[in-house]
Every structure is written in C-alpha cells, then in structure tokens.
C-alpha cells in the first residue's frame, strides 16, 4: 500500500504524534470515565433527593406526569403508574382552578424563573387536600423540556396557622384578664404596652402608660428609685429579677406595696424587658390579719384554763400550752416530743391503741374523763375533748385536745354526795352503830378510813362513849380518860392533823398522853352542833405518813357538821324510840299491874273482911276461931308484902334507895333465911337446904345488909312458892374477888323466851301459870335492882319443868370481925332487965294504940298514951321514970323528931324507938342521928317489936 518511501524522520513524527494522539486518548478516555463516574453520582444523589425528599417532586412535560416520587403519591393517594403519562387535570377540581394555576404559575417563572401557588387536589378517595406548587423549568431557555414541581400539603400549615391565631388571641385574653399588672418597658424605664390590671394598679389608662417613662410618672417614691435602678441594671444584662417589694406611688397620690417581677426578653427582634407586678395591699393585709387572728390565738391558748395539747400520729406532744403546765406540771420544753404514756396511769395505757385507731377512723371528735398522772405522781381527774385534724385530702394528721382538770369540781361534787348519803343515812339505818357504819362506808369513797372511830362526849360525865370502832392494830370499847388525842381535840375544841413528830412534841409538852399503837399520822375533827361538842370524829394511818393532808382536813370540817347532825338526829331519835317503848310497855305492864294488883289486893282483903265477920259470931268454937284469925293474917301479910314491894320499887326508881353498908357474918345470915324458911317448905313438903362457902369465923363481909338480906329472902321465897315437888338448896361461895350466891330449885322452870323479862317490873313468866301463884313481878325486878346497886350481876339459868338456878354475883369486900362494942351494948342491954316496963306511945292514929297496948300488954303493965309530940315530951316531963318512949314520927302539932329532941335535951339515956311507916334507908340514917336507939317500921309485928325491945331490954 504504501509505496512511496517516507521519510523515517517523518514517521517518527508521525509516530510521535501517533503516540501522543494515543495517550490523549487514553488521557480522555480516564477523564471520561472518571466524568460519567462522577456524573453517575450527582445523578445518584440527585435521584436520591427526588426519592427520598419528603415533599412530593415530580417531573410535568406539558402539564402531563412525566415522572413523580413517591410522596406525590402519598398526597393523591394515585400510585405512580396511574400519574405518569397523565394530564395533572384530572386532580384539579375544576377547569378554572387547573387554568388559573397553569397561568399563574407561567407568569411567575417568566417573571422570577420560578413560580409558587397554592391549589386545590383532589384526592383518589375524593377528599380535597391543600398543596403549595412551585415549579421550574428544567431548561429556562426551553420551556417545552418541561418542568420540575414540588407539591407540599399545607392543610396541616392551614390549621397552624389557625391555631397560632388562636393562641396569640388566648395570650391576649391572659394578658388583658391576668390579675397581675404585666408590662413591657425599655431599658430606659419607657413603658411599651401594659394590660388592664396595670391600669387598675397604677390608676393611668394605657394610652398614658405607653411611651412614658416611669420616672416621669412618679411611679416610685424617691426612696424606692436606686431599687428600681438596680433591677434595670440586672435587666440589661440579661438577669431576671424578683420578685421584689416595692412601693408605688398611683395616679391619685396613694401608696401601695406591690411585688415586681422583671425578665429581658426579645420580640420582634427587640430586646425589652417584661414585668409583673402584683398588688399586695391585700396580702399584707391578710397577713396581718393572719398574724393578728394568730397572734389572739396564742394569746387565747396560752390564758385558757384548759390544756391545749396536739398529738402527732404516734401520740406524742406537738403543742403544750401553759394550763397544760399548770395542770399536769411539765414544762412546754419536757412535755414537747414525749409520749402520751408520761400523763396516762399506766392500767390505762393499753387501751391508747384503741382509741387513736378509733379517733382516726372515724374522725370525729371524742369527749372522756380520764385518770393521769402529774410529774410530782398527782392523779388528776380531767375532761378529755380530742379532734382529730385533718389535712385538705381529708387524711388525719394530729389530734388536738383540750383538757380539764375536773378533780376539784368532782371532789367537791364527791363531797356532797356524801354530806347528803349521810344525812340520808340517819333515815334508813336502824341503828345508831349501823349509821356510823354507814357514814364509815360514805367517807372511805373519799378518804382511807381503814382506822377510824368515832368517839361521843359526855358532858356530864366529861366521858367518851365509842358506839363505832375500826382499828387494824387496837380494840378498845371504851374509852380511857386522860389526856389522850381525841379530848384534845374535843376539848379544844379544833380540828387536828398531826404526824409522829408532831404528836411527840405534843406529848413532851405535856398537852396529851398517848394512848394505843403510835400512828404515822392522825387526824381528827370534833363533832359539833352550834358551839357543842358531841363528839370527834378521828381517822389514822400506822403505815403512810401521807394518808391525809389538809384537803382532807378541810373536807372532813365540811362533813362533820352533817355527821354531828346526823348522829344527834340519829340518837335523839333512838332515845325517842326507847321513851316510846318504854311507854308502850308502861302502857302494857300498868293495864296488867292494876289487874294483878286488882287481885293481889283484893284476895287477902276480902280473906281479912270475910273472916273478920265470921269471927264476929259469938257461937265460934275455938279451933274455928283460930283458924280464921290464922288466915286473916296470912291475908295480912301478903298485902304488907306486896306493899313492902311497891314501896321498894318506888324508892328504887326515885332513886331513894342507897347503899347503906356495914360488917355482918354471911354464914349467920345464910342459917337465918334457912330457919325462916323451913316451916314453909316443910309444909309443901320440900327439902330445904342451904350452904355457906366461908368458916364462921371468917365469914364477915362488908356490904349492905338490908339489901343482901331482901335479894336472898325474895329468891328463896320464889324457889319454894314455883316448886312443887322435890328440894330447894341455896348458899354461897368465893369466887377470886367476888361472892356467888345460888338459888337452886327443883320448880316449874321459866320458858326460855321469858328467861330475859323476868327481871323487869310486873312481868310475870306465864300469866297463865302465874295466875296459880301470888305475887304482882316485883320481886326479881327489885332483886335485880338491888344487885346492880351493889356492883353485881344476876342471872338464871332454867329448864322448863326441871327447875332454875338464879346465881348472883357481887364483889367481896372483907369485913371486920365482930368487936368489944358489941360486948359493952350486950352489958349494957343486961343493965336494963327489967321485969315489965313504962313505956310512952307517942301515936295519933288510934287503931295503932290499940294495936300496940294489945301488943306490950305482955311487957308493959304501965303504958302511957300520947297521940302528938308536944304530948309526949308532957307526958316524959310528968314521968321521968319510963323505960322506954315509943316514938311515931309523924303526927300533927310536933312530929316524932321535934319531940325526941326536946326529950333529949332532958335526958341522954332514955331509950327511944321511932315508928314510921317510911320503910326508907334514908329515914332510918335520919332518925339514927337524931338521937332514936331504934328505928321500927310500920305495920309492927310482934314478934319483930318485942325482939327489938328486947334487944335493949332484958325482960
Ligand atoms: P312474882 O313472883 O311476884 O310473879 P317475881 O319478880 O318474883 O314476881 O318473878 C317474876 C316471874 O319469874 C314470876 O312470875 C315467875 O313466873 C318467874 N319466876 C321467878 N322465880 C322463879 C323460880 N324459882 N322458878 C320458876 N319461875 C320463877
């Protein structure tokens, strides 16, 4: 081909620019494929931003979807098959909107390159949906290449928009409406805006707000300025402020305190500042009302008598008041955090759980009256109100309480019940002891009356009686006399409270003596009505020197009175009962006394008049004679008995008949009632006996022997009248330091439930049985008397229908054995045997004369007559020579005594016997010492006046 022959330096050019082409090639070659690289990665990225960009970008060639992403689809809700190739028409909803955006769109890229309107689409499922087009062409030089979209749903965008809208109105309702003043400023001080509540505040409308400067305003007095100056400084420098108080001057010149809150903030790219100020004139002011209503409050709590306590949930002290202190005697300081357990007596203390849970859940208050217990170991009786307090959810959060010490008010409310059980106790109590029982009972509810006695004086006998007594460690039934406690303090008379000390001082100074166990301390109070003391009341404690104190003392002065009363009441009114029975049983005993007497009288009267008139018959045979006379005096006899009887009673019950004493042998007086008695009870054929329980030379006894002789002879004379069959034995023995005298008979007996009454007077066992036997039931009665006025004792024991046995009992006193006096009135008796002798009668009643010239005819041969005295001390005159001058006591004109004296005066040794009919120990003593030998009661007996003459006589 090629022939020609080139140039080897023009090949190698050739070659050279061959190569060089070569490598450009491959220079450009790389270029390329590093340029489609890098083209294929722009377009990449690109790619990427159309898939994945969250607004819906399309490609539109003559309005017709060339191609759309996927977010397009989203916003139609078409798929991208169903877009592409499509005129976009289709999702315009009408002809005129598709035209308008096509025009709209068209004027704007010509004018700006790009063009942006809002449209209307019509979705797949036929809703409408908001969209913002903006297209660009993808060639600007050649339109019909098309255009790049990107669509936006802007409904959302829509309702932000309304809802900004929205807010910005609420935020202009706040800011109006807020009650806080809000303003905005500059940072020179110059007001911008401001709400109503500013207005209200500072007293200037808006319009003369804004645009002024608060200085100008005079908003703030001087001395508040550098303040306000201050938050300025720290608002410019980006630093909020408050809040802070302030004063503010208002439009009208008035001051109010306000509180300031400042921010820097930015709007509109204006830094400004923003302000919040609020009114506190109220606040202040309910502050101060909330710090005055505290304030009384405390004041209230802390004068209260009552404890103000608060609880916290485990009962422990959050609030203690000063009447809490008084009341309880803890300090604020100690009670405060300490447990409810400190004040509550520990018996009480397991039922706290209880209480709190139920104070808890039902969360009312509660009202009680406990026991607690003071820091010095007081119990007080306190009125408990608890209130549990709640927090706004309604949930308990402590218990406050309020407690009243009661223990005064109940005390004296205790006192009183007991003053009125007591003074109502003297209604129903039987007895004068059971009453004390009774008011012993009343006080222990009040006080410790383990000893407690009460002790009533006697003024009279300036004696105490103990009707009740208690003791732990004495027993006494009477009371000593001497110096002891209680008259001390009856003689005082003065309440006393006194300790061991007290009372061994006492006892040193002399002022008493201590009688019975020594006591930790005593107490006792005098029992008084008016100005009297009854008596006292006294109360002590072997044991605790505490047991009572002046409260007690002072409580017991208040009762005492109405003890006193009670006792009185009670005891007049047990005197009254006693008077009352003992009328009613006068009443009984007189209605039978005057029956019985009634017999007693009557039998042997009409036995002396019967037989006296039979007598009277002349044609009476000896025996007849004898026997009659021998019944008239038996009749006799036991009407002078039971004269003897009356007269003894009375003299016994007019408190007459005293004790007259004198040495005589017991053993002679023992066979004398025996030989006295023998013939009677040989006649009812009984046995009788007697012994004598000391030798007859010691025999001799000190004491009244008229009374002795009566109580012997009326025991045996009711042995022999009540036994029928079988053996009366009496006598005596010496029992240690007194003589027992038995009465012993083998008789009816007494029925067991007369055993008691036969000793009173006209009393009688049986009536019935009585009714067999004499007598009017006087005898053991003046038996009894006698036996008591001698210091002794009487009693009976008796088996119905076996017998009775009646033992007396008195104290011995050793007489003096018979003496030379004796010998000489013997000798002296023997001067005077005399064969018959003269004898004066000094009697003014004429029977007695002719009873006794019947008498001493056997004695007397020269019996001269004097009925008065004046005629005795004649008669003596005209007969110096009489023996003797029977002397009755009382007679008209001169009476024995008168009579005798003058006698006397006369002649020392004329023997004169006075007659009376007074039976009387006291006579007898009188006519003794009135110079009579001899005293002879009346009706005289002959055998009885002869002995006695013979006594002085020997005849
Ligand atoms: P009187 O014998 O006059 O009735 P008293 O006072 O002596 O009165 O006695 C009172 C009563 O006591 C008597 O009525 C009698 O019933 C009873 N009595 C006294 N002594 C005895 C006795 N030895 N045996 C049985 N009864 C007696």
Known sequence: MYTETKNPEVLQQEIEKLKRRVAELEQNEQKHIEATETLKKSKNSLENIFWEARSGIGILQNRVFVEVNPIVSEITGYSRNELVGKNSRFLYPNDELYNFVGKEKYAQVKKYGTGTVNAVWRRKDGSLVDIRLTSTPIDSMDHTKGVIFTALDISNLKIWKNELQNSVERLKIIFENAPDAIYLNDFKGNFIDGNVAAENLTGYKRQELIGKNFLKLNLLPPKHLLKAAKLLAKNVMGLKTGPDKLELQTKNGEYKWIEVSTYPVTIENQKMILGIARDLTKRLEDEKFKRESQQRMAFHVNQTPLAVIEWDLNYKVRQWNQAAENIFGYSEEEAIGKHASFIIPKVELKNIGTFLHNLIRSKKGSKSVNKNVCKNGDIVLCEWHNTPLVDEKGEVIAIASLAHDITKRVHAQEIQRVAYNISNAANTSVSLNKLIKHIQKELSTIIDTTNFFIALYNKESDSFSLPFFIDEKDKFSSFPTGKTLTRYVIKNPKSL????????KMEEKGLIESVGSD?????GVPLQIEKEVIGALVLQSYSDPNAYNEEDLKMLEFVSNQISLTIHRKNTEEQMKKALQRATEADRLKSAFLANMSHEIRTPMNGILGFTNLLKNNALNTYDKEKYLSIIEKSGKRMLGLINDLIDISKIESGMSEVVT?????????LDIHSFFKPEAEAKNLKLSCTTGLPNDSDIIKTDHEKIYAILINLVKNAIKYTNSGSISFGYELNNHSIHFTVKDTGIGIPK???????????????????NFEGVGLGLAITKAYVELLKGKIWVDSTFAKGSVFTIEIPYVKGKFMNNTEEIEKTATE????????????????????????????????????TNGAEAVETFKNHKDVDLILMDLKMPQMDGYEATQIIR????DITIFALSAFALETEKERAAK???????TKPIGKAELLQKIGEHFKI
Do not use: C, H
């Not at 006591?519 to 107490?523: R, Y």
């Not at 439930?753 to 009714?771: C, G, M, P, T, W």
């Open 497 to 504: 409270l006194a300790t061991k000390p007290v009372i061994d």
């Open 519 to 523: 006591s930790e301390i005593w107490l």
């Open 662 to 670: 004198r040495d005589f042998s017991l053993n002679e007086m023992i």
């Open 753 to 771: 439930e007369k055993l008691n009454s036969i000793f009173n007077r006209f009393v009688q066992a049986n009536s019935s049985l009585s009714r």
């Open 831 to 866: 001067d005077k045997i005399k064969t018959k002798l003269k004898i004066i009668l000094a009697e003014d009643d004429a029977i007695n004369r002719k009873l006794f010239s019947y008498i001493l005819k056997e004695i007397s041969d020269d019996l001269l007559m004097a």
């Open 905 to 908: 005066e006369n002649d020392k």
């Open 930 to 936: 009135n110079g009579f030998n001899a005293y002879i």
